[in-house]
């Protein structure tokens, strides 16, 4: 014998309205968001990570080009931050024949834009770390020798708080004496290419910090042995401090060796050599 | 402007916003368990009063539980964790947290918390993830027993071990030293963050530095025959407080079980050797920092194996030329996968360990090359 079914036929009344009531709050509590996300697509260049900040983000780099977003264009990276100082993302427009040129930039970001990427000899994927001051679309673009622009891109959510302690020992005699010091190393790949990994030693001061004025590489120029271009990196100041990178790049010559040159937005140069 | 031979410097704690670290690493937050849910939790409690009472009781009941099911009081709003305290062997309590990250539905509620309670006093060991924790904890003690806590050790500087410390004497708190000062540097950081993580479950909750640097070695604490033990590799200090009375030990953060280890802090070649060291203790039972205690060494066996495993593919993906994307990709081995949050957790190590293993690779390489 239940409680419930003792009641009188009002009483029960009563129960199953407020039941029914209380049944429907949670639904319409919930039906608002999904009517907003099921809304009919307004144009093709509706963005698909749903930023507010994308139309803007259209106008800074890409107004007067032809733009499309094509899920083909990969970032590859955490859903959350770890450590929002250091934040791994491999772009990926390898897909997509004849990139020319890649962009990566995140809408939320302070300094929206990370870095500009001229593959030529390696795939047009570049692996490294950003900063992010909070959660935020990354995006790479990648333009094609017609002119137009392929836009992809993942949602990375961070939380500001959520980094952990980064053991770099910065601030130190050592860090200024090592200032762009390269570290790199080749690997042969399955595929009959070489990878490139290189980090190298810079604080990438954002300027955002107060009394610190922006610090940053500005240019990582790769050539081979016999001074060819192979390919080149415009790194900004939202690429993580000590940035490393990851490249792959055509097959080289056994024995063979890179050169790394570059500099940093207050003339200081990189100069060095990688081998396998 | 800088050149190339005075470049100016920031200093790290101008630039680096507070660490976040977590006993269990940090997440995002989760929304609330729904209403759906909590009405149901509240019509349980409701009925067994309701079958007690005579028939306008009964009317006037349903109508009140009618009432409630619009505004039921969930153990979210009311933050109650529920704990319930467990006598693994005579004296020697626990109490078992759930196999979670931080959310807005747990309050924090994921840590393992344990008691000892000697002839003269209690001995507690680690606080929980906030105030309300704290209080609710020693609200556990008192229903075991009215003896007078004694001494309360927070094993390490994670937020879910000592955020509770407020609900207790002060002359009472200890800890290590290194966990002293880590609290004392990272607390504010890690409390923030728990409060962006946990919600109101947070609220009034603030960093107490436990004022005591705890000596190590076997003593009598309470009435009870302990043995505290300085380790490390979790973070900068472990502390395991062993129950040589019952042949318990609580190994804190050094030992997980059916929870993937978190790695903020870790120095995984330290952590192993605690391992070791632990392996060797004459006890027979054993409480991890997070999932359920053992009779046994299973549970440090399963860490020392997924830790190993863990070095193993981090160290050989930065030899073999991986970045860190390429090794989110790596499938975790089945024996792990009964451990929960067993991919995020890896995830979440690859970014706290890889770097340094990167670093590693690329610096043998430093032999000066021709220009
Ligand atoms: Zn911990």
């Known amino acids: 014998m239940t409680p419930l079914a003792l009641a009188r036929p009002a009483l029960a009344w009563i129960a199953a309205a407020l039941t029914a009531l209380a049944a429907t709050a949670p639904v319409l509590a919930t039906s608002t968001p999904a009517a907003l996300a099921s809304a009919p697509a307004q144009s093709a260049q509706l963005d698909p990570l749903d930023s507010p900040r994308w139309e803007d983000m259209r106008k800074a780099f890409f107004e007067g080009a032809t ?5 083909r264009i990969k970032v590859v990276g955490p859903s959350v931050a770890e450590d929002s100082l250091n934040v791994p993302v491999t772009v990926d427009a390898s897909a997509v024949p004849g990139v020319e040129e890649l962009i990566v930039f995140a809408d939320f ?64 005699p050592e860090w200024q004496e090592r200032l762009n010091e390269v570290n790199g190393k080749l690997w042969p790949r399955l595929d009959g290419g070489e990878r490139l990994r290189m980090r190298i030693i810079h604080p990438m001061d954002t300027g955002l910090a107060a009394g610190i004025p922006a610090f940053h590489i500005e240019e ?43 500099r940093d937005n207050n003339g200081n140069r990189i100069d060095a050599w990688v081998t396998r | 402007m800088r050149t190339a031979s005075t470049p100016l410097r920031r200093t790290d704690a101008a630039k680096r916003p507070p660490a976040a670290g977590s006993g269990a690493g940090s997440a995002p937050a ?49 933050f109650d964790y529920r704990l319930q305290a467990r006598e693994l062997a005579p004296g020697a309590w626990v109490i078992v947290g759930l196999k979670e990250d931080f959310s807005f539905a747990n309050g924090g509620n994921i840590v393992n918390t344990g008691f000892i309670v ?63 000062a880590a609290i004392r540097s990272e607390g504010e950081g890690f409390n923030a963050n728990m409060y962006r993580l946990n919600g109101d479950w947070m609220r009034d909750t603030e960093v107490v530095v436990p004022t005591r640097a705890l000596a190590v070695g076997r003593q009598r604490i309470g009435g009870r025959d302990v043995e505290l033990l300085a380790l490390g590799g979790h973070t900068i200090a472990d502390l395991v407080v062993v129950d040589h009375d019952s042949g318990t030990v609580y190994a804190a953060d050094l030992v997980f079980h059916g929870r993937t ?111």
């Open chain 1, 67 to 71: 733009v499309v977003f094509d899920e």
């Open chain 2, 30 to 78: 989760r929304a609330p368990a729904g209403p759906i849910h909590r009405m149901a939790r509240a019509g349980e409690r409701m009925s067994v009063v309701v079958q007690r009472l005579s028939m306008p009781g009964r009317v006037l009941a349903i109508l009140w539980t009618c009432l409630l099911l619009l505004a039921a009081p969930t153990h979210a709003e009311t």
């Open chain 1, 220 to 262: 990582i120029v790769i050539t081979d042995a016999e001074g060819h271009t192979l390919s080149r990196i415009q790194p900004l100041e939202p690429v993580a401090e000590n940035p490393s990178f990851t490249l792959d790049l055509r097959a080289l010559a056994p024995g063979a060796r890179l050169h790394i040159a570059g």
């Open chain 2, 118 to 180: 000697g002839r003269e006093g209690v001995i507690v060991i680690d606080t929980g993830s906030s105030k309300r924790y704290g209080e609710q904890l020693l609200a556990a003690i008192r229903r075991v027993t009215p003896l007078p806590v004694v001494l309360v050790v927070n094993t390490h500087h994670h937020p879910d071990h000592f955020l509770g410390n407020q609900a207790f004497p002060r002359e009472t708190l200890a800890a290590l030293p290194d966990t002293l």
């Open chain 2, 261 to 371: 280890p978190t790695t903020p802090h870790a120095d995984i070649p330290l952590w192993l050797a605690a391992l070791d060291t632990l392996e060797r203790l004459p006890t027979r039972l054993w409480v991890p920092g997070h999932g359920e205690p053992t009779p046994d060494t299973r549970a440090l066996r399963q860490t020392r194996d997924y830790l190993g495993w863990l070095a193993q593919t981090i160290r050989s993906g930065a030899e073999s030329g991986q970045d860190m994307t390429d090794l989110f990709q790596t499938p975790i081995p089945q024996r792990f996968a009964g451990m929960a949050l067993a991919k995020e957790e890896f995830r979440r190590s690859v970014v706290h360990l890889f770097p340094a293993a990167e670093q590693s690779v690329l610096e043998a390489q430093r032999t000066p090359t021709p220009k």
């Open chain 1, 109 to 172: 970001n302070p300094i929206v834009k990370a870095l500009r990427f001229e593959p030529g000899a390696a795939q047009p994927r570049l692996g490294f770390r950003i900063k992010l001051q909070q959660s935020s679309p990354v995006r790479a673009a990648a333009r094609t020798a017609d002119g137009v622009w392929r836009v992809g891109g993942a949602w990375i959510t961070a939380t500001g708080g959520g980094c952990t302690l980064p053991s770099v020992g910065s601030g130190s």
